[in-house]
């Protein structure tokens, strides 16, 4: 695979991104993409390890070592089929996924792992520039009818897949863009919305219906559903964690989704009312993962007078920590572009109270400093730092908390089992409920995850409704070592 001695002739380059003082004057992408002769290099590097770890830490099971050496070998065309046969959505995950396959990846033990990401993002771009992906609608239908709910990567891959086996499919989104979170809770430039219109073109010119503006549960009735055959609840994770702190009800504490929603909907030149804005106001964001990173890129371009970020765990290190071993998913200080673009980053701190003024307005966070108390085999304890309380000027504090699992909604209305977090109860590989003919996948049964871990789901349990319908079925799964089979 690649080039016998690539790794050792070329370093790691990745895409650079323009200047900060530019970037945050729009809404737009703002990578530089390497050349061809680069990426020709960077799929080089790709070392014919014997054992390619990079299937195992990918969910989707990439055939990475093969659509690398196809790149290294200017073979772009095949490239793109190989990596279509596994990511139904590779110009998604190549832009929002944390590549787990780069953790996991063999030449990561002693150098820079293979930039597997950006060459599988360039892979599709180039496919689709080609005019190489086209849509491919089933010769047959099977004359079955499927409904899948939430139109995110989950729903988006079992829609594709089924539509595939000739079942017809329809797909009902509760906003008034198909996406899910793709749509509105991911800034626009981390991903610019055609990204997602021309894969959508793509799968309706294939034949599936999709319905915007349907909330099932709401303002369609749940036991609707028991007109389809198959139903696949794909409606993600959505209930945002809150603080149980005094003074949350300030006006100014906001769902970090909810800043970030408005924010892409104004982009697009949607009506927003009471837009919640950044725009000349002390920015505190609580919660330092990649929705906290989003509010502070998004606060920067409103013109935040002041962006800072708290986090309640350590400060990770700067290399991978010993307790996270290769090829596992490193413990490691993240630094995104939005960090880059200004931001005040704080850990080992906890909010004490909102404060706000006579009229309910936030004006003030109050914070203390705290450590983590390990004791074997019990749970970690929060211990507050005595002498570190302080006062931090505030008028717009971001909750950034991640969700805590579905919407009960529709599991209410049609009877489906919970599991003890709240997730849409059904087995890993199998994705059926309790009820024979509804499955579900996605955040909505693993609670809050990866894109890329959405996308898988879909995919399998797309193949579990078609055996489910027909008894059988020619859609391909992944065995656990990550290999393509057909059963």
């Known amino acids: ?54 299937h195992s830490g990918c969910p989707l099971g990439n055939l990475i070592p093969d659509f690398n050496h196809m790149v290294h070998q200017g ?23 944390p590549a787990p396959c780069e953790k996991s990846c063999v030449l990561g033990i002693i150098e820079d792992p293979v930039s597997i990401e950006n060459i599988e993002k360039n892979i599709v771009e180039r496919a689709f520039k080609e005019g190489w992906i086209k849509p491919q ?56 919305k055609g990204i997602i219109d021309r894969r959508i073109a793509i799968l309706e010119a294939e034949g599936i219906t999709f319905k915007t503006n349907v909330n099932v549960g709401v303002n369609y009735d749940a036991n609707q559903l028991k007109d389809f055959d198959g139903v696949v609840l794909c409606g993600g994770a959505t209930e945002r964690r809150g603080l149980p702190t005094p003074g ?31 725009t000349d106001k002390h920015v505190i964001v609580i919660g330092g993962g990649d929705t ?14 002041s962006v800072v970020n708290f986090e309640i765990m350590p400060k990770p290190p700067g290399h991978r920590s010993p307790t996270t071993p290769w090829p596992f998913w490193p413990l490691q200080l993240k630094t995104s ?12 701190i906890n909010t004490k109270e909102f404060v706000k003024d ?32 302080k006062t931090w000027p505030c008028d717009l504090a971001l909750l950034a908390l991640g969700f805590t699992g579905p919407e009960s909604t529709i599991a209410d209305q049609l009877g489906i089992d919970k599991d003890a977090r709240s997730n849409y109860k059904a087995e890993y590989g199998k994705y059926q409920t309790n009820i024979p003919n509804i499955f579900t996948a996605g955040d ?7 894109i890329v871990w959405a996308i898988s789901e879909g995919r399998e349990a797309a193949r579990q409704v078609d055996i489910y319908l027909m008894g059988k079925s020619d859609l391909p799964t992944k065995n656990q070592a990550g290999d393509l089979v057909a059963l």
């Open 1 to 54: 695979m690649g080039k016998v001695t690539g790794f050792k002739e070329f370093e790691r380059q990745d895409e650079s991104n323009t200047p900060v003082a530019e970037r945050v004057k729009h809404y737009n992408e703002f990578t530089i993409p390497l050349s061809e002769a680069e990426l020709t290099k960077q799929g080089s590097r790709c070392m014919d390890c014997g054992i390619p770890f990079c």
């Open 75 to 97: 073979e772009w065309q095949k490239a793109s089929w190989l990596l279509h046969s596994t990511n139904n959505f590779p110009e998604f995950t190549g832009r929002l996924c």
């Open 137 to 192: 609608p089933p010769k047959t239908r099977t004359g079955k009818t499927v409904a899948i709910v939430g139109s995110g990567p989950a729903g988006l891959a079992a829609a594709q897949q089924l539509n595939r086996a000739g079942h017809t499919v329809t797909v009902f989104e509760r906003d008034d863009e198909v996406g899910g979170l793709l749509r509105y809770g991911i800034p626009n430039f981390k991903m610019e």
């Open 248 to 278: 949350a009800d300030a006006d100014g504490v906001v769902q970090a989704m909810d800043f970030l929603t408005q924010q892409t909907k104004v982009v697009f030149g949607k009506k927003v009312e009471n837009q919640v804005l950044a």
């Open 292 to 305: 906290g990173s989003d509010c502070v890129g998004t606060s920067n371009r409103q013109g935040a007078k």
């Open 337 to 348: 572009s939005s960090h880059e673009e200004g931001v005040e980053r704080n850990w080992l």
């Open 358 to 389: 006579a009229k309910g307005k936030l004006i003030a966070l109050k914070t203390v400093n705290v450590e983590w108390k390990m004791i074997p085999g019990e749970r970690p304890q929060l211990i507050e730092v005595a002498g570190t309380e």
């Open 444 to 450: 909505m049964r693993r609670g809050q995850s990866l």
